[in-house]
């Protein structure tokens, strides 16, 4: 069943629906984690309007997102090739008792 619960971005509180606890620890983290950022440009950029800030904020989180997909996916294929490399040598000794 899902929940109301409302976060705050750069100030504003937007009511937004989850599914589960989960979900809404990860909601709230990454609200947290919006306004945090946000906030780094805000201090540095005072004439920039926030809607570019936060253009900015989304582009270097898609950025860290896209290299951690891109480091996993890469995880994924080594790990494939070690469970290959692994069968093939268990079933040399299998094969040569």
């Known amino acids: 069943m899902a929940q109301k619960i409302t976060i705050n971005i750069i100030g504003k509180p937007y009511k937004m629906q989850v599914k589960s606890a989960s979900e809404e620890h990860l909601m709230r ?3 947290e984690r919006l306004n945090a950022n946000f906030k780094l440009y805000d201090d540095k950029f005072k004439d920039v309007p926030d809607y570019d800030k936060l ?14 997909e891109e ?3 890469e995880l994924r294929d080594s790990l494939s090739s070690l469970s290959t490399a692994l069968g093939n040598y268990i079933g040399k000794i299998q094969n040569n008792r």
């Open 55 to 68: 253009a900015l904020v989304s582009l270097y989180d898609l950025m860290s997102l896209i290299t951690a």
């Open 29 to 31: 983290v990454a609200a």
């Open 71 to 73: 480091e996993r996916d």
